[in-house]
């Protein structure tokens, strides 16, 4: 007899990423049988913690670290094969069992070297004008761009060796011409790491084509339908979890534009991401810090001094450990703002919110809650569209009591203090979302549940 479909959940971050979507993804695959990434490059980063452990992902999807899982990379990603190959051979020394349980879409676009060189180029450029957006300089927003061109080379590729030497020609003819006579590359320090690859500013076919031919060897056994394997697993009754990477802020449409990544990182894009119809993602996880952070350039409201020792913001920064997994840079961090969380709410459909880091506020005094902003004389209480019209915004707070003892590892909801509940409680109330579950430290285990996404009606 045939089983009864499975149920999925979609995890979003609904700030500027660095939520902590990781550990939560872990942690709820204790009850599903796929993970999938859906978007996003190896810009991401996702830090899990087991057993006091720390592993670190930038393509696997989080759920790799449960035996028997299986993990999807889908199509809305754009894949990097050196450094998936890279983050493979680190997880494999571990003693994780990875190749036999990874999926990777053939429709993923390839991000290869010559991407790298353009991000880096064009950031270049864009700081000699003032205009710096803070990107990874991974190589994430040229590989999208040759997708929607309809220009990229997709994994699929990787298979047809002549295919990929002739299209590989093509475009390096029209980005090295761009990189010499536009972005002055010849005068571009671009690292020890993609010298190899350049000559007089020029990417150099032998050089990319013969790497990928390599890696092509590896990815090949890994190359598969996703779509239609996950279409199969849902009917099988597989629960399947879907991963996104960044935050909602950052979404090219829907972020603080034009300082955002390439992608769509809302919970829509799981669909067109991972090849599932819509009326297969039945809830909506939103990720959140009890606190704000950002990495890069780009509005930020309710912003601290998170640099001067003794402040809020210093607390922060150096109790959350506020440093990119991805890029190492220092996190800019400051109050929570429920005015963003509404908009990330608005344009996920969100059914719970996580809150992470509650832990990291233990010891403040008093805390600021934004409820709203004051833009042009307005108040307002969502978060305006487009990086102009935000940075205008001066955020309108209420002020909470802060608690002096810890949450720490805290599991029971009962046994937080009074002050921490109430905190989120005036939350929910201010973004009028239900929080269903609530960490109180990096490690799998220190989490308190209300209700589960995989039960949740």
Not at 278 to 295: D, E, F, N, Q, S
Not at 343 to 358: D, E, F, H, P, W
């Amino acid at each position: 007899m045939k089983q009864t479909s499975g149920r999925n959940v979609v995890v979003v971050g609904t700030q500027w990423g660095d939520e902590g979507k990781g550990k939560l993804v872990d942690w709820l695959t204790e009850s599903a049988q796929g993970v999938v990434r859906f978007q996003g490059g190896h810009n991401a980063g996702h830090t899990l913690v087991i057993n006091g452990v720390k592993t670190a992902l930038h393509l696997i999807p989080s759920g790799i670290m449960r035996p028997g899982v299986v993990c999807y990379i889908g199509n809305g990603v754009v894949l990097s094969a050196a450094k998936l190959l890279e983050e493979i051979a680190g997880l494999e020394k571990a003693g994780v069992q990875v190749r036999e349980r990874l999926r990777i879409s053939e429709a993923c676009p390839l991000i290869l070297p010559f991407h790298a060189v353009l991000d880096i180029a064009r950031e270049a450029r864009r700081e000699q004008g003032g205009q710096k957006i803070g990107t990874t300089g991974r190589g994430i927003g040229p590989a999208y761009e040759d997708k929607i061109a309809r220009r990229a080379l997709r994994v699929q590729d990787l298979k047809y060796p002549e295919r990929f030497a002739t299209k590989l020609r093509e475009l390096l003819a029209l980005h090295n011409q761009v990189l010499t006579t536009f972005l002055g590359s010849r005068d571009i320090d671009f690292g020890e790491a993609l010298a190899p690859y350049l000559k007089d500013g020029e990417v150099q076919f032998d050089a990319v084509y013969d790497e990928a031919m390599r890696h092509a060897e590896q990815v090949r056994p890994m190359m598969a339908d996703v779509s239609r394997e996950l279409n199969e697993a849902h009917r099988d009754g597989a629960n399947l979890l879907f991963e996104g990477a960044q935050g909602t802020l950052l979404d090219v449409d829907h972020g603080t534009y034009p300082f955002v990544t390439s992608s769509n990182c809302v919970a829509g894009n799981a669909a067109a991401g991972a090849g599932v119809g819509p009326g297969l993602l039945h809830y909506v996880l939103g990720i959140t810090k009890a606190y704000c952070t950002r990495v890069g350039g780009g509005p930020f409201p309710t912003e601290l001094d998170w640099e001067t020792p003794g402040t809020p913001g210093w607390h922060m920064s150096t109790v959350g450990a506020e440093k990119g997994v991805t890029t190492g840079r220092s996190r800019r961090c400051g109050w929570f703002d429920a005015a963003l969380l509404k908009r990330s709410a608005q344009v996920n459909g969100l059914s719970g919110l996580c809150i992470t880091k509650l832990d990291v506020l233990d010891g403040l005094k008093e805390l600021q809650l934004c409820v709203g902003y004051e833009l042009d004389g307005e108040r307002i209480d969502i978060l305006p569209l487009g990086a102009e019209e935000i940075e205008r915004c001066q955020p309108i707070y209420e002020t909470l009591e802060g608690w002096t003892e810890s949450t720490v590892g805290v599991t029971d909801h009962a046994r937080l203090p009074v002050n921490a509940r109430l905190y989120l409680q005036r939350i929910e109330h201010a973004t009028g979302v239900p929080i269903h579950i609530i960490s109180t430290s990096p490690d799998r285990d220190h989490t308190i549940m209300m209700r589960h996404p995989f039960l949740a009606p």
